[in-house]
């Protein structure tokens, strides 16, 4: 029980809870802002180009509705809405992630000057260095 303690202390610590908990957070936010953006921007004109069909209406009755007798249908539309939802926000990811990837590629060149290189990736390059220096500085005394 203590080192299952201790390992909860050390994941909550090294930030990791903190940074899934924010990506949670705005992860949930963001689904809220694309959802109304599909219901209340996208879905509008496509249901007056398709005059005044409203997508989320769409369904395959099964059975009718009968006295005592729910309807019984398969909600095609609602499909579709969460289909461009998710597509949205797929993208939307997407192009997030292309974004940091190309900050991050530059931050791991010790060459490129435009971003700040991580330590480690610094300390590992300047070894490289004089590895290579080393190597020279042999070869030139056989």
Do not use: C, H, W
Not at 25 to 32: R, Y
Not at 79 to 97: G, K, N, R, S, Y
């Amino acid at each position: 029980m203590a080192g299952l303690f201790q390992e909860f202390k050390n994941f909550a610590i090294k930030g990791n809870m903190i940074d899934m908990a924010v990506g949670i957070i705005i992860g949930t936010a963001f689904n809220n802002v694309v959802s109304t953006l599909v219901k209340k921007v996208v879905m509008p004109p496509l249901s007056l180009m398709t005059d005044d069909v409203r997508l989320s209406d769409r369904k395959y009755i099964l059975r009718q509705a009968a006295e005592g007798v729910d309807e019984l249908a398969i909600g095609y539309g609602e499909l579709m809405e969460v289909v461009i939802d998710f597509i949205i926000i797929a993208f939307t990811i997407f192009v997030v992630i292309k974004f940091i990837n190309r900050f991050k590629k530059k931050s791991e060149d010790p060459k490129n000057k435009e971003v700040e290189t991580p330590k480690n990736i610094e300390l590992l390059s300047n070894i490289e260095k004089l590895i290579q220096e080393q190597n020279d500085y042999l070869k030139q005394k056989k």
